[in-house]
Structures are given as C-alpha cells and as structure tokens.
C-alpha cells in the first residue's frame, strides 16, 4: 500500500510517497535525506509532539500552556491528551517545568511552555 506525505523536516515541503516494497520501506519525492528518514518514520511509526493546555490552582492564569518534551507515538495522543486533561498545576509554573512525567507510559513528560506567577493574595 503506497501512502503519500508532505515532508515537514524542512522548508521545502516535498511530497512523499512511501511504500513496502518486499519488506523494506522505499521513499521516493524527497530533495533531501531528512525526507527520506521522515518518510520512513511517518510510514513505519508516526510520532507526534503533542500542545495543550491545563487548569492552574492559585495562578494568575486560570491554565497554562503545555506539551510534550519528546514525541509520542500518534496512537497514544488521545491518552496522553486525556491524562493532561486530570492535571491542575499548582503556581508558581515556570517554562521548562516538568508538569507530567512519563504521560501515558510513553517516556515522554509534559512540560510547561508559559510562566504563571502566583496570584496576588
């Protein structure tokens, strides 16, 4: 089954068409060697970086942007999504702090992506 893509490794935006030709993975359409491996990894085992957001508890931001520190397999977003949505982070939050760890079982955490300071008592 021929599957087609259009590369995001780099600006170009080549379009791919990837296929299983006798158990190897064949990539054709791409300029460049990060499309041929991103051809591959879309076809074979499609990652994802996954953005949301979750609830603050005494922040002066009601939520707080977040994602995932490393990609997760595509099939798991929607449990790493629905393990974000139980989350509520206690301010202070600073950017880069790990919020989550290994969502999901996936190895990946989950990280805060805007600071929130505490709320002014």
């Not at 393990?83 to 990946?108: F, H, N, S, W, Y």
Request: glycine share 8%.
């Amino acid at each position: 089954m021929k599957k087609e893509f259009v590369c995001i490794a780099c600006p170009v935006g080549c379009r791919l068409t990837v296929w299983d030709e006798g158990g190897e993975v064949k990539v054709a359409g791409n300029t460049c060697p990060r499309g041929k491996a991103y051809g591959v990894q879309e076809f074979t085992a499609p990652m994802r970086t996954v953005t949301s957001s979750a609830p603050v508890k005494h922040g002066d931001q009601a939520m707080c942007s977040v994602k995932t520190d490393a990609p997760v397999p595509k099939d798991k977003v929607p449990d790493v999504l629905r393990a974000i949505r139980m989350i509520q982070i206690k301010a202070p939050v600073k950017v880069g702090e790990c919020v989550l760890r290994d969502v999901a079982g996936t190895g990946a955490n989950v990280v805060a992506t805007r600071r929130v300071r505490d709320k002014k008592r």
